[in-house]
């Protein structure tokens, strides 16, 4: 059964920058559209970028300009570069995987951005 499985949070200050990892296991990694997501405290788990299998990009507005989506397919790894940080970016960040209608997900990792 596929695994993802992400690393890189961290407790930071506004203004910082930070890049997350999502390991891949035991699935076509190439094949999936792979995406982060987050959740706030109280909130719902809200999509923040999205990358095709060929490299296609899409961001929430909020990130735009700051955050930017990448993958290396022959390595299986999603990265989320996190630049000019700010506290409302603190969240759980999770890696998600999608291929022909089913979802794969990582566990998360904790961001927080606080001074």
């Known amino acids: 059964q596929g695994q993802l499985k992400e690393s890189g949070g961290a407790l930071v200050h506004p203004g910082e920058s930070l890049r997350l990892s999502c390991v891949a296991s035991n699935l076509i990694f190439g094949a999936f559209v792979m995406s982060w997501y987050r959740q706030r405290p109280g909130e719902r788990r809200a999509l923040v970028a999205s990358i095709s299998t060929y490299q296609s990009t899409t961001y929430a507005d909020s990130v735009k300009g700051r955050f930017t989506i990448s993958r290396d397919d022959a390595n299986k790894i999603l990265y989320l570069q996190m630049n000019n940080l700010k506290p409302e970016d603190t969240a759980v960040y999770y890696c998600?995987?999608?291929?022909?209608?089913?979802?794969?997900w990582g566990q998360g990792t904790q961001v927080t951005v606080s001074s």
């Open positions: 998600s995987g999608r291929l022909d209608g089913n979802d794969i």
